[in-house]
């Protein structure tokens, strides 16, 4: 049975930093994409950075230069380390298990999500 359990949200003021992580299990961990996404009050899920099993990252533009996705195969963790953080960050944050051979916003699996709320 996939599981995918986040932790390391919070509240936190704009400019500050927080890492989540994401432990994985059920799966062969190292042969998969892993994703982030997130919800916002009242808008829909966002695809926000994804990493492939070799460690190629790509990551949204609302993002880009603030936000780090890594991972480590020998722990099964993926993990996102946000800094500069901003208001408009605010949102649950999921991690996603990515198909074989799909694009990182295409999920299967997801966890419960952790909250990020970033005061202004």
């Known amino acids: 049975e996939v599981q995918l359990v986040e932790s390391g949200g919070g509240l936190v003021q704009a400019g500050g930093s927080l890492r989540l992580s994401c432990a994985a299990s059920?799966?062969?961990?190292?042969?998969?994409?892993m994703s982030w996404a997130r919800q916002a009050p009242g808008k829909g899920l966002e695809w926000v950075s994804g990493?492939?099993?070799?460690?190629?990252?790509t990551y949204a533009d609302s993002v880009k230069g603030r936000f780090t996705i890594s991972r480590d195969n020998s722990k099964n963790t993926v993990f996102l380390q946000m800094n500069s953080l901003k208001p408009e960050d605010t949102a649950l944050y999921y991690c996603?298990?990515?198909?074989?051979?799909?694009?990182?916003?295409?999920?299967?699996?997801w966890g419960q999500g952790t909250q990020v709320t970033v005061s202004s």
């Open positions: 990493i492939y099993g070799d460690g190629t990252t």
């Open positions: 059920g799966f062969t961990f190292s042969s998969y994409a």
């Open positions: 996603a298990k990515v198909p074989l051979g799909r694009l990182p916003y295409e999920y299967d699996y």
